[in-house]
């Protein structure tokens, strides 16, 4: 018996491929070498450095470039389908070119409820661009992300990576506001934020203008565990005579 099966479209990997520039000049292929070899001296085997490196050339074109990958792929002895294949996986590797701030909403169910959407929108009217694209001043990547793990203090805004909480639209326009004003964002929970490609760059571990940690943890996220010590709440501890 045969059987026909109709398949549907075949799916497109998200994202565009990884271009721009095929290889560095001379001076910078020395200068990315010698970061390099700082970031893969902390760990016993090379190909364990692959996830600061991609950060490292990143930090350099302020996104992925086949030179980056090919880079990668040389310093750890890898192939560069085996770079790409890791640097397509996670979303904080970008492949196309990203202003000085990216700045994301989420929208998804908690953020979404609280009023993401309609900041979303707010930004987009603000900096005439659609999620995903560039100011022409260069100043701001737009982008929509997912959750990021900042339920407590919905809505939230990241500027690259760090927590901007508790968002309206107006707040969000007046923090896009300040950016292309020159100013750099106190993050609510970090420090100072640098811009794009050094934030990268302390991404790697190497030294940067990264502004201080701004604290721990607030009161919304830690309000569980207060409420467990009151009622004298604790885990229970594992039965060691268990096999």
Partial sequence: ?????????????????????????????????????????????????????LHLVQSEDGRLTTAGIRFCAAQLGL???????????????????????????????????????????????????????????????????????ACDYAPVIMVNWEFFDNQTPSSARQLVADIRAGQRPQATRGGQVCPFRETARTLAGLPGEAGADGGGPGAATLAGLRVAHELGMAPALPDRETP
Avoid: K, W
């Fill in 1 to 53: 018996m045969t059987v026909d099966l109709v398949l549907g479209p075949r799916p497109e990997e998200p994202g565009p491929p990884i271009g721009g520039r095929a290889s560095y000049p001379p001076d910078v292929e020395q200068r990315l070498a010698a970061d390099a070899a700082t970031v893969i001296a902390r760990y016993p085997q090379p190909r364990s450095a692959l996830l600061p490196l």
């Fill in 79 to 149: 192939a560069d389908a085996e770079v790409a294949a890791v640097a397509t996986f996670y979303s904080m590797y970008r492949r196309t070119p990203t202003g000085d701030y990216l700045v994301g909403v989420c929208t998804n169910t908690l953020c979404a409820v609280m009023g993401g959407d309609a900041i979303l929108e707010a930004l987009e009217t603000e900096l005439a661009v659609s999620a995903g694209e560039t100011t022409g001043d260069g100043r701001i990547t737009l982008e929509h992300i997912e959750c990021n793990a």
